[in-house]
């Protein structure tokens, strides 16, 4: 059998919303403290495929949701579990396709100083001196 695109497609988003109705079931399940003692303890698995990933995780100090990660729209969406009202809330969403063009945003040292201690190490160029060797073994001081 020979599946068309839109097939697919739909098929992943039934995925996806399966994997979030599933969060939500065992969100609800227990009190509004299970989720914070549950998660408290480790981080939930990834879960998806083809594309469209969910993954549960803690977005402040008692704050549980989960986000969702469309690799082949380049899209991450951000859900939050209200446990007041027994609500899975939408709170952002972005297009990550331009940040990952980005090669130098708001980091420090710059790529290109890297660059440069990377060839004045080669070069053996450090304050003036030689770079002395890493100690091997046995080499080490007590």
Do not use: H
């Not at 939930?44 to 690799?71: E, K, R």
């Amino acid at each position: 059998m020979n599946r068309s695109a839109p097939d697919r497609r739909t098929a992943l988003y039934i995925v996806g919303v399966l994997l979030l109705a599933n969060l939500l079931v065992l969100l609800l399940k227990g009190q509004g403290d299970w989720a914070a003692t549950a998660y408290a303890q480790r981080q939930g698995p990834i879960a998806g495929g083809a594309g469209l990933f969910v993954m549960p995780g803690q977005l402040s100090g008692n704050t549980w949701g989960c986000y969702l990660m469309d690799v082949d729209r380049g899209t991450l969406c951000v859900y939050q579990f209200l446990p007041g009202s027994r609500q899975l809330q939408f709170v952002a969403a972005r297009n990550f396709l331009n940040d990952t063009k980005l090669g130098n945003y708001n980091t420090v040292p710059a790529p290109s100083e890297i660059a440069d201690l990377v060839a004045k190490q080669n070069q053996g160029v450090r304050g003036g001196g030689t770079m002395p060797s890493p100690p091997q073994r046995g080499d080490e001081a007590p």
